[in-house]
C-alpha cells in the first residue's frame, strides 16, 4: 500500500468509524448468531492476490458485522464497558503508524517518557498515594490487562518473600495467598501460572456488604502459619466484578504490615471513579499497598488494552523480571538513568500505548473524565432506587458506584430466563453473577454513550420481560 492509497483508504475507514459511532445503537446490542455462522462465508484458503480494499470493507460490513457484540452501545450494560473514544482511536492509530517496539528505553526514548509521564499525572489525578510515582522508589508501567498486573505484582510478591532465590533454590511449596470470594479469577490464574497452585489460594468470605472479611483473613493466615505454611500475598479489590464492592483496605492492610505480606490492589474498573473527590474513599488504605492496578480502558474512554500498574518500591519487580542477554545491552541502560520497561511486565516487547492514555486525557482534560463518571453514578443511583421501590424486586448488593446487582424475586429460573430473553431481544445486553449463593443480574452503567433515556427503557423491558417471563 502506498501513502497515496493508505491516505485513500484511511480516509475510507476513519469515515466508516465515524458512520459507526453515529449508528452503534441501531444495531442488536448481543451478536444474534450462532457459532461457526460467521466462518462459514470466509473463503477456504487466502487470496493468491491482492484484493481491493472496497471488497475487504463490503466484507466487514456483510460478514463481519452480524458477528458483532457492540459494546459501544448505549444499551451495553453486561460485564464492565470497555469504551473507546475518537481521541483514543486516534492515538492508537498514531502508535501503529509509528510501528514503535518500546521494549528498552534506547528503542524509543518517547514512548518510554511519555508513559512514565502520564502515569505520574494519573497518581494525581486519582489522588494515589505518592509512592506510587516513578520520582520515588516506587513507578508506573502499563500492561495490558488487570490480569498481567496481579501475576507481576504475585511474581514480585514471590521474589520478595523468597529473597529472590526461587530460581536458585526452587519454588516454596508451602506459599500462600489470600483473596475475598468475590476476586476476579486472574488472582487463581497468576497462581496458577506462578507454579504455586491454584489451592493455594484462599478464598476468604465476604460480609453483608460482599466485601472481604478481615477478621478471617487474620484468622486464615494464622492458621496456614500454624500448620507450616509461608502466607505472601493478599489481593484486596475495589470494586469486585460480581458485585462492586469495595474491600476494607486499611484493616487488610495492618494485617499484611503485621505479616510482611505484599497486598496488591485490583481496582479494575472502580479506580476510575477516583478521579472525582467524593469517590476517593474507595481508595481508603491504599496507602499500606504494596502495588495497585485499574483499567483505563474500561471507565477512562481509553480503548482495550490499557491497565496502569504501581509499584510502590519497583526494585522487587524488576529483579523478578529481569534477564539481559548481550544482544539488549546499550549505553543508556547501563547508566541506569533511564527505565527499561520490559523488565516490568512479562512479555519483552510492548506497544505504544501511552499514546492513546495522553490523547484521552488531553483532548477531555480531567473536568470532562470527571462529568462521566458522575453521570454514570447519579443513573446507577436512580436505577437501584427504581429496583428498590418495586415489590417484585430486590437489591443483591449496596449500590456503591455504578454497578447495581439485583434479582427477580421469583428465584434462580425466572431470573435466568428474564435475562435470557432480555439479551435475546437484542435491545439490551446485561451479564449476571452469584451473590449469596442465588442469582443476580448485574447492570453495569459505564458505557460513554449511555443516557437517561438508555437506564430507563433497559429498566421497562426488565419489567416487560419478567411479566412475559411469569407466562
Ligand atoms: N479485576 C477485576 C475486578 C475485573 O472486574 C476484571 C474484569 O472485568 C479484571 C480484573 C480482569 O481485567 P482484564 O481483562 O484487564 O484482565
Redesign the pocket.
Same mark, same amino acid.
Given at each position: 500500500m502506498t501513502p497515496d492509497e493508505f491516505r485513500r483508504c484511511g480516509r475510507q475507514v476513519v469515515d466508516w468509524i465515524a458512520n459507526y459511532m453515529e449508528t452503534v445503537e441501531k444495531y442488536p446490542v448481543l451478536a444474534q448468531v450462532e457459532p461457526g455462522a460467521i466462518r462459514d462465508h470466509l473463503p477456504a484458503a487466502p487470496p493468491e492476490l491482492g484484493e481491493p480494499f472496497p471488497e475487504i470493507m463490503r466484507d466487514v460490513d456483510e460478514i463481519l458485522m452480524p458477528g458483532i457484540t457492540h459494546w459501544q452501545s448505549p444499551n451495553f450494560f453486561a460485564?464492565?464497558p470497555a469504551n473507546t473514544s475518537g481521541p483514543s482511536m486516534l492515538g492508537e492509530l498514531l502508535s501503529a503508524g509509528l510501528g514503535v517496539q518500546g521494549m528498552l528505553w534506547a528503542t524509543s526514548p518517547a514512548c518510554t517518557e511519555i508513559e512514565t509521564h502520564v502515569l505520574d499525572w494519573l497518581v494525581d489525578m486519582l489522588a494515589l498515594p505518592d509512592k506510587f510515582k516513578s520520582t520515588g522508589n516506587g513507578g508506573g508501567v502499563i500492561q =495490558? #490487562?488487570? #490480569?498481567? +498486573?496481579?501475576l507481576c505484582a504475585l511474581l514480585a510478591a514471590r521474589e520478595r518473600a523468597t529473597e529472590f532465590r526461587s530460581n536458585t533454590d526452587g519454588l516454596p511449596h508451602r506459599l500462600t495467598a489470600y483473596a475475598s470470594v468475590h +476476586? !476476579?479469577s #486472574?488472582v487463581t490464574k497468576a497462581m496458577m501460572i506462578a507454579g504455586l497452585g491454584a489451592d493455594n489460594l484462599r478464598l476468604i468470605p465476604a460480609d453483608e456488604n460482599q466485601a472481604l472479611r478481615s477478621s478471617l483473613l487474620l484468622e486464615a493466615i494464622n492458621q496456614d502459619v500454624a500448620a507450616g505454611y509461608r502466607p505472601f500475598f493478599v489481593c484486596g479489590?475495589v470494586?469486585?466484578?460480581a458485585a462492586g464492592s469495595v474491600d476494607p483496605l486499611a484493616a487488610i492492610g495492618r494485617i499484611c504490615a503485621q505479616h510482611a505480606l505484599w497486598l496488591h490492589v &485490583? +481496582? @479494575?474498573? @472502580?479506580g476510575t471513579a477516583a478521579i472525582c473527590d467524593e469517590f476517593r474513599f474507595i481508595h481508603d488504605g491504599l496507602d499500606l499497598a504494596d502495588s495497585y492496578c485499574f483499567?483505563p !480502558?474500561?471507565w477512562m474512554l481509553v480503548n482495550f =488494552?490499557c &491497565?496502569c500498574f504501581y509499584v510502590a518500591e519497583r526494585t522487587s519487580l524488576i529483579r523478578a523480571m529481569r534477564v539481559t542477554p548481550e544482544y539488549l545491552e546499550n549505553r543508556a541502560t547501563l547508566t541506569s538513568e533511564v527505565i527499561d520497561y520490559r523488565d516490568w511486565q512479562i512479555p519483552l516487547g510492548r506497544r505504544f500505548r501511552a499514546l492513546k492514555l495522553w490523547l484521552v486525557i488531553r483532548s477531555y482534560g480531567v473536568e470532562q473524565l470527571r462529568s462521566l463518571i458522575r453521570e454514570h453514578v447519579k443513573l446507577a443511583r436512580e436505577f437501584a432506587a427504581w429496583v428498590d421501590a418495586d415489590p417484585d424486586f430486590e437489591l443483591a448488593a449496596p449500590t456503591v458506584l455504578n454497578l447495581v446487582c439485583f434479582r427477580h424475586r421469583g428465584g434462580d429460573e425466572r431470573n435466568q430466563r428474564l435475562l435470557d430473553d432480555l439479551n435475546h431481544s437484542g435491545r439490551v445486553f446485561l451479564t449476571h453473577a452469584k451473590i449469596g449463593g442465588a442469582l443476580a443480574l448485574r447492570m453495569s452503567i459505564g458505557q460513554a454513550n449511555t443516557q437517561r433515556r438508555h437506564v430507563e427503557q433497559a429498566w421497562e423491558l426488565i419489567r416487560q420481560a419478567a411479566t412475559a417471563a411469569a407466562n
Open positions: 460485564y464492565f =495490558d #490487562s488487570a #490480569s498481567s +498486573a496481579t +476476586a !476476579h #486472574s479489590t470494586g469486585t466484578t &485490583d +481496582a @479494575a474498573m @472502580a483499567n !480502558h474500561k =488494552d &491497565d
